[in-house]
């Protein structure tokens, strides 16, 4: 009787697949830099980018996000029909295909790959704190941190007769910049404008940061040095909805009959009389400010 052939060696477990680009061939100290849509698993590290940005221009006391405030409302539409984030995550190894995060806009945006040579190797002093929501699912051994981010939301051009992006802020990280990251964000902002028929991208910028301006230049962005940025905030904005609360209320008060005994009491006719006073000194106060 024949011998029973020996059990076939084990399968080795199959290698997930990675986002290497085709063609590209890591040398020196590749750098693995993924563009992909922000998820509400990224607010954190979104809060501590734009506190940094505010820093970097000067502008921390204009500066009140919160996470909360960013959690309820950067996600409320889907992604490219109002405020959209683009994520830009690095890592000193391959990215891989699979993961929840990954997949839950896929279909809307594929998350981009490129490999950046250095000559050196980047020092992060903040890795940990800038640690991706997604490395896990996407990086083996987590090791994908944030390095910087775009915000944008379609605006529209009655000129073109068109819609467009508009920009809002584009950061990154001090250790990550001149290494062509700012262009990759910017440049996948217009690819998706490209791609959707929009007319235009467009942002501001602070008129002393010259490196940023050349570096817009250097894109193809014109400087619009005859537009000037108009901007309704704070107390100026509140006044607006203030009159439009006290004439709502006047206009009530006036439905239920004010001056009729029958219709409304002593204390809702002397409430009355002060919405009036305010509502006039208010309609006053608007009507000098315009002569």
Same mark, same amino acid.
């Given at each position: 009787?024949?011998?029973?052939?020996?059990?076939?060696?084990?399968?080795?477990?199959?290698?997930?697949?990675?986002?290497?680009?085709?063609?590209?061939?890591?040398?020196? @100290?590749?750098?693995?830099?993924?563009?992909? !849509?922000?998820?509400?698993?990224?607010?954190?590290?979104?809060?501590?980018?734009?506190?940094?940005?505010?820093?970097?221009?000067?502008?921390?006391?204009?500066?009140?996000?919160?996470?909360?405030?960013?959690?309820?409302?950067?996600?409320?539409?889907?992604?490219?029909?109002?405020?959209?984030?683009?994520?830009?995550?690095?890592?000193?190894?391959?990215?891989?295909?699979?993961?929840?995060?990954? @997949?839950?806009?896929? @279909? %809307?945006?594929?998350?981009?790959?490129?490999?950046?040579? %250095?000559? !050196?190797?980047?020092?992060?002093?903040? $890795?940990?704190?800038?640690?991706?929501?997604?490395?896990?699912?996407?990086?083996?051994?987590?090791?994908?941190?944030?390095?910087?981010?775009?915000?944008?939301?379609?605006?529209?051009?009655?000129?073109?007769?068109?819609?467009?992006?508009?920009?809002?802020?584009?950061?990154?990280?001090?250790?990550?910049?001149?290494?062509?990251?700012?262009?990759?964000?910017?440049? $996948?902002?217009?690819?998706?404008?490209?791609?959707?028929?929009?007319?235009?991208?467009?942002?501001?910028?602070?008129?002393?940061?010259?490196? $940023?301006?050349?570096?817009?230049?250097?894109?193809?962005?014109?400087?619009?040095?005859?537009?000037?940025?108009?901007?309704?905030?704070?107390? $100026?904005?509140?006044?607006?909805?203030?009159?439009?609360? %006290?004439?709502?209320?006047?206009?009530? %008060?006036?439905?239920?009959?004010?001056?009729?005994?029958?219709?409304?009491?002593?204390?809702?006719?002397?409430?009355?009389?002060?919405?009036?006073?305010?509502?006039?000194?208010?309609?006053?106060?608007?009507?000098?400010?315009?002569?």
């Amino acid at each position: 009787m024949a011998a029973a052939a020996p059990p076939p060696p084990p399968t080795p477990a199959p290698t997930p697949p990675s986002t290497v680009p085709a063609g590209s061939t890591p040398i020196g @100290h590749p750098l693995f830099a993924r563009i992909r !849509l922000a998820h509400p698993s990224d607010v954190p590290h979104i809060h501590k980018l734009i506190h940094q940005m505010a820093v970097f221009e000067r502008l921390t006391h204009l500066f009140s996000a919160t996470e909360a405030s960013l959690s309820s409302t950067l996600f409320t539409s889907p992604p490219f029909q109002s405020f959209t984030v683009f994520i830009l995550e690095v890592s000193s190894k391959p990215f891989l295909v699979d993961g929840p995060i990954l @997949h839950s806009h896929h @279909h %809307l945006y594929p998350p981009q790959v490129q490999v950046v040579n %250095l000559d !050196l190797p980047i020092d992060d002093p903040e $890795a940990d704190a800038f640690r991706s929501a997604g490395g896990g699912d996407g990086v083996g051994g987590g090791e994908a941190v944030l390095a910087g981010f775009v915000l944008f939301f379609p605006n529209y051009s009655t000129f073109l007769g068109k819609p467009g992006f508009y920009v809002e802020d584009l950061f990154v990280r001090e250790c990550y910049r001149r290494k062509g990251f700012g262009r990759m964000l910017l440049s $996948a902002v217009a690819r998706q404008a490209v791609k959707m028929g929009y007319g235009r991208v467009e942002w501001v910028v602070l008129d002393w940061n010259v490196n $940023a301006i050349r570096f817009y230049e250097e894109m193809g962005a014109k400087i619009l040095q005859e537009w000037r940025i108009c901007r309704l905030t704070g107390e $100026a904005l509140q006044a607006y909805g203030k009159v439009y609360l %006290l004439n709502k209320a006047l206009k009530r %008060l006036k439905t239920i009959g004010i001056g009729t005994n029958n219709s409304c009491d002593k204390k809702e006719q002397e409430f009355a009389l002060k919405i009036e006073a305010k509502s006039s000194y208010l309609g006053f106060c608007k009507s000098s400010a315009m002569n």
